[in-house]
Every structure is written in structure tokens, then in C-alpha cells.
């Protein structure tokens, strides 16, 4: 199986979120008890993937390097590329050129949240596959809202159509996307729409043109978050307060996905609790140790 490297896309202005996001990047901002990129990083993480590239805008770079640092204390290695404007997603896969090479990529977008047991199983399969593209797809009651997914009926996909007045079903595009090494020549061929940017949903109309572009269906009982506007984000927030309270269990903890996966030992793991004692967070740190 080819290596497997991860893109985090952390650009953009978080317009929507202003005035909060006018001083900081909204994938700094907290849901919950947690900073929001943690959620996409720990994703990630959590299918194996320990190659990541952040990408965001030269005015918070700094922060998230403060913040994640190289990622060693993960166990993972992390680096770091400016987006200078916000030119539409699939810029990504140029900005990350010499980052990708010839590995299979995850992009998944910085301020999306998943929860549920099948989406690390999902990416593993979409792993295996090696060629053409993945997309992941998921139920919502406003599909005019996101691109929506059209398939026949054996669940290949018929066509792809961005916020369409009358969808063909109910089933958008999550995301988080997984592509082969042959993304990036294809994205080199995207003309900006009319909006200046250069469209994630172009991308996959080619690849699905070429007949190699497969969905994965995220199961009943996920969760996908959208946390762009005010009230996502405080939804979000509420949301995984429950689900922690409830369970008793971190979501989106890089501490616990890298001890679990057996990337950092013991010894370390307490050295990552320390800090974090005041909080909580490194009390939870601790008791996976025992």
C-alpha cells in the first residue's frame, strides 16, 4: 500500500465569524474544551496517517505552530504551508505539491467535525483502493445547502451539483476527501469559478467523469459538524459536551488517539499531562494510564 499523508485546511478569513474570528483563525477557536483543528488533526490520526501538512494563512501560522508544534509530542510529524488568500479548496493540492509526491491524500477541512465508530473503517477501505478519488456522504434534510450527490442504484455516482435548487437526493459531500497521487495534476488543470475560486466539486467532476470516483456512506449514527457559523459552533460545542459527559471519554484528544495507537509511551504521556492538570485535561490524560 502506498504511504498515506493527511492535508488540514486552515485557511480562510472565518468571515462569518466575525467579529470573533477578526484577530484569530476560527479553527483556533475552542468546541468545547478543545481547539477545533484538534478534531480534523485527531481524524486524521486516528486512520493511521502521521504525515500532515496545516495549511493557513501566513497571519496564523505562528498560533497553530505554537499550539501543535512538529506534532513529535503526537508522535506524528507536522508541517506548515501559507494559503495567502482563500482560493477555493482545491488549491490545497497545489499548495501541497512537494508535500504530496507520489502518497495516497487525505484533505480533510479544519473546521468539520466527524463523530462515529465507521468513519476510520471508511478511510482504511478508501486506503486500499490506491486509485482515483473518494468522497464521503452523508444524510441531511437541506441538502440545497452543500453539493449534492446523485447516484443509480447500485450507489455509483451519477453526478455531483453545488447548492441546487432542486436536489436528486438527500446526500451531500462531507469534508474530508482521499485522492491519489495524480490529484495534484488535476487540480492543475481547474480554472477558477465565478467566484475566483478554484472548486473542490470541479475536482471530482473529473474524476468522476473518469469513472473513478467511489462514496462512502457514512452510517446512521454519525455525526458530521459544520462549525462555519455562530450557531454551528455552539452547537458543536453543546454537542460534544454531551457526548463527553455522557460517556465519560475525550473526543478529539491527539494524547489519547497517539497512546492508543501506541505512537507515544507512558513516560511521555504523563509528560503531556502536566500542563494540562488545572484544566481537567490532564487528570484524563492520566487515568488512561491505569
Not at 26 to 35: A, F, I, N
Not at 100 to 119: E, R, V, W
Not at 133 to 142: L, N, Q, R, S
Not at 214 to 237: K, M, P, Q
Amino acid at each position: 500500500m502506498l504511504s498515506n499523508k493527511g492535508i488540514i485546511l486552515a485557511g480562510g478569513t472565518g468571515s462569518r465569524l466575525f467579529p470573533i474570528t477578526k484577530a484569530i483563525s476560527k479553527q483556533l477557536l475552542h468546541v468545547y474544551d478543545k481547539p477545533m483543528i484538534y478534531y480534523p488533526l485527531t481524524t486524521l490520526m486516528a486512520s493511521g496517517i502521521k504525515d500532515i501538512l496545516i495549511i493557513t494563512n501566513t497571519n496564523d501560522r505562528r498560533n497553530f505552530e505554537t499550539l501543535l508544534g512538529n506534532g513529535s509530542q503526537f508522535g506524528i510529524d507536522i508541517k506548515y504551508a501559507n494559503q495567502e488568500s482563500p482560493n477555493g479548496i482545491a488549491e490545497a493540492f497545489l499548495i501541497g505539491e512537494e508535500f504530496i509526491k507520489d502518497s495516497l491524500i487525505t484533505l480533510i477541512l479544519g473546521d468539520n467535525i466527524f463523530y462515529g465508530s465507521n468513519l476510520t473503517n471508511l478511510l482504511k477501505d478508501s486506503f486500499l483502493r490506491n486509485i482515483g478519488g473518494t468522497i464521503f456522504a452523508y444524510p441531511v434534510k437541506d441538502p440545497e445547502r452543500y453539493g449534492v450527490i446523485e447516484f443509480d442504484d447500485s450507489n455509483r455516482v451519477i453526478s455531483i451539483e453545488e447548492k441546487p435548487k432542486f436536489p436528486k437526493s438527500n446526500y451531500v459531500i462531507t469534508g474530508i476527501y482521499v485522492f491519489d497521487k495524480k490529484v495534484v495534476d488535476l487540480a492543475k488543470t481547474l480554472k477558477p469559478s465565478k467566484r475566483g475560486e478554484l472548486e473542490i466539486t470541479d475536482l471530482l467532476k473529473i474524476y468522476l467523469n473518469k469513472q473513478k470516483l467511489s462514496v462512502n456512506f457514512l452510517e446512521r449514527g454519525s455525526a458530521w459538524l459544520d462549525t462555519g457559523n455562530i450557531d454551528s459552533l455552539h452547537e458543536a460545542s453543546s454537542y460534544i459536551r454531551t457526548l463527553e459527559h455522557r460517556q465519560g471519554l475525550k473526543i478529539g484528544c491527539p494524547e489519547e488517539i497517539a497512546w492508543n495507537n501506541g505512537w507515544i509511551n507512558k513516560k511521555q504521556l504523563l509528560k503531556l499531562s502536566k500542563p494540562l492538570l488545572k484544566s481537567g485535561y490532564g487528570e484524563y490524560l492520566i487515568e488512561l494510564t491505569k
